[in-house]
C-alpha cells in the first residue's frame, strides 16, 4: 500500500520523459541550416529505409534562428514530437560570413513535461561552447566527427540511467544528471490528516529539523494535523509548512478525518480494480485485521459499492454487517480514498441572510455558516466533534444544510 501511495501520489518526483531523437545542426554559409548528426539515424533526415519523424526544413527556421533568439532556450512542438534546444552564435573573423551556428537539440514526444531537460540543454550548450571557443572542437575537421559518438551516449545513458559522464579530451568532462521535478503541494488545513507514505523514522536523521522531527513522530494516520501540531507543541503554521514539505516529497498523502458520521461514495473508477489483481490483492493484505481472514475481494468490491449518498458510515456498517467481517473499517475507507475510486460527500451548514438576530450562536461560528465551509473545518476551528456542533446547530432551525 506504501508503494503504490508514494507512486500515485500527485506530488511525487516527476519521472523524466523519454528521448526520442537527438540531432546537432548548424548553420553551413552555402546551404543555411543543416542536421549534421542525428541518433537514431534517419530520425530527422529521410533514409533509403527510414522516413524521418520530423520536417527539418519547416523547423530549420528555430534551430538555427536569428542571432536574437540565440543564447536562448527555445521550444517547438509538432503534430506529434516537441524539440528542445539552445542555439548559440559565435562571432569570429575565424568563420565564414564572421560567425558560427551550432544547436544540440533534444526530441520528446508532445505531451512530454521537459523541465527536467531544460538545465542539462543549457548545460550541454555551454560546454560546447566553451570547446569551440577554446580550440575548435566544432569547426575543426579534425574533431568535430566526435559529435556523433557524444549525442549517441547522451541519448543512451540518459534513457537508461538519468546521468552520463562523457571525457571529451584530457581537460574536458561533459557530465549531466537528470533531477526528478516536483509539483508544489496544494495548500495544507489543520483539519486534512496526514497518512504516510515513506517510513519516516528510518528516514530521520541527525540533520533533521527539529520542529519536522516533532511533526514526523505524530504522524499516525489519525491525527489531523491541528492535532498533531498540539501533541508536538508546535506552531499550526509551522506544522502546516512542514507537512507542504513532506507532501512535496510524496512521503505523505492527505486525507479526511475518519468519523462513523462520515458519508462516503463511490466513483466510476471503482471498475478499473475488478481487472486489475495485483490491487485486488493489495486491498485484501490491507483492509483485514491483524491475524484475521479477510473475506473474498468479491465481497469487498460489493461493500464499497453499496457506499452511497445519504448514508453515514455508522449506517453502512449496520446494514452490511460490516463488523463480522474481519476487516478495518478505517483502512478499508482509506484504501478506497488513496486509490481515488472513493471520495467523501462533505456536510455544509448554510445560516441564510437575514437571520435571527436573537441567534445563540457565537459570531465566529455564524461567520462559517455560509456553505463554503464543511463539518471537518469548522469542528477543527472550533475545536468540538462533530456531534456537539450537530446538537449547537439543532437549535437553529434555520440553518440548512447542503451534501456535495
Known amino acids: 500500500m506504501q508503494d503504490y501511495a508514494q507512486q500515485e501520489s500527485d506530488f511525487q518526483a516527476g519521472i523524466p520523459p523519454r528521448l526520442i531523437s537527438i540531432f546537432y545542426s548548424v548553420f553551413d554559409p552555402s546551404k543555411g541550416p543543416k542536421v549534421v548528426f542525428e541518433v537514431p539515424e534517419g530520425s530527422i533526415i529521410s533514409t533509403e529505409i527510414s522516413t524521418s519523424i520530423i520536417d527539418f526544413d519547416l523547423i530549420s527556421e528555430y534551430i538555427i534562428p536569428k542571432p536574437q533568439l540565440c543564447g536562448h532556450l527555445v521550444s517547438i512542438c509538432t503534430e506529434s514530437y516537441k524539440i528542445m534546444g539552445f542555439p548559440v552564435y559565435i562571432e569570429g573573423d575565424k568563420y565564414d560570413r564572421n560567425a558560427f551556428m551550432f544547436n544540440l537539440s533534444f526530441v520528446f514526444d508532445r505531451d512530454a513535461d521537459t523541465s527536467s531537460y531544460e538545465p542539462v540543454v543549457r548545460k550541454v550548450a555551454r560546454v560546447l561552447t566553451s570547446l569551440e571557443t577554446e580550440n575548435e572542437f566544432l569547426s575543426n575537421e579534425a574533431t568535430k566527427d566526435v559529435m556523433y559518438n557524444i549525442i549517441e551516449q547522451l541519448l543512451e545513458d540518459l534513457n537508461s540511467y538519468c ?112 481487472e486489475d489483481e495485483t490491487v485486488q490483492s493489495e486491498c485484501l493484505s490491507y483492509v483485514k485485521k491483524p491475524d484475521a481472514s479477510p473475506p473474498s475481494f468479491a465481497k469487498l468490491f460489493s461493500l464499497y459499492c453499496s457506499l452511497k449518498h445519504g448514508s453515514t458510515l455508522k449506517e453502512w456498517v449496520q446494514d452490511n454487517q460490516v463488523e463480522s467481517l474481519n476487516i478495518d473499517i478505517r483502512r478499508f475507507i482509506s484504501f478506497g480514498v488513496i486509490k481515488g475510486f472513493l471520495y467523501r460527500v462533505h456536510k455544509y451548514p448554510i445560516l441564510p441572510e437575514p437571520h435571527n438576530q436573537q441567534s445563540k450562536l457565537q459570531p465566529q461560528l455564524r461567520k462559517l455558516l455560509n456553505g463554503k465551509h464543511h463539518y471537518d473545518e469548522i469542528c477543527t476551528m472550533e475545536g468540538c466533534s462533530a456531534r456537539k456542533l450537530d446538537e449547537t446547530l439543532a437549535a437553529e432551525p434555520e440553518v440548512k444544510f447542503v451534501w456535495r
Not at 179 to 206: E, G, H, S, W
Not at 214 to 221: P, Q, R, S, Y
Open 163 to 274: 546521468e552520463c559522464q562523457i571525457p571529451i579530451n584530457s581537460a574536458n568532462t561533459i557530465n549531466l544528471k537528470l533531477f526528478p521535478t516536483y509539483r508544489n503541494p496544494p495548500p495544507v488545513y489543520d483539519y486534512q490528516v496526514p497518512i504516510c507514505t515513506v517510513n519516516l523514522k528510518a528516514l530521520m536523521d541527525d540533520n533533521w529539523d527539529i520542529t519536522m522531527k516533532k511533526i514526523a513522530t505524530h504522524i499516525n494516520g489519525i491525527h489531523h494535523v491541528k492535532k498533531i501540531a498540539e501533541i508536538a507543541d508546535v506552531d499550526y503554521g509551522l506544522a502546516r509548512k512542514c507537512m507542504e514539505h513532506l507532501l512535496y516529497y510524496g512521503c505523505v498523502i492527505l486525507v479526511d478525518i475518519f468519523q462513523f458520521s462520515n458519508v462516503y461514495a463511490v466513483k466510476p473508477d471503482i471498475m478499473r480494480i475488478i
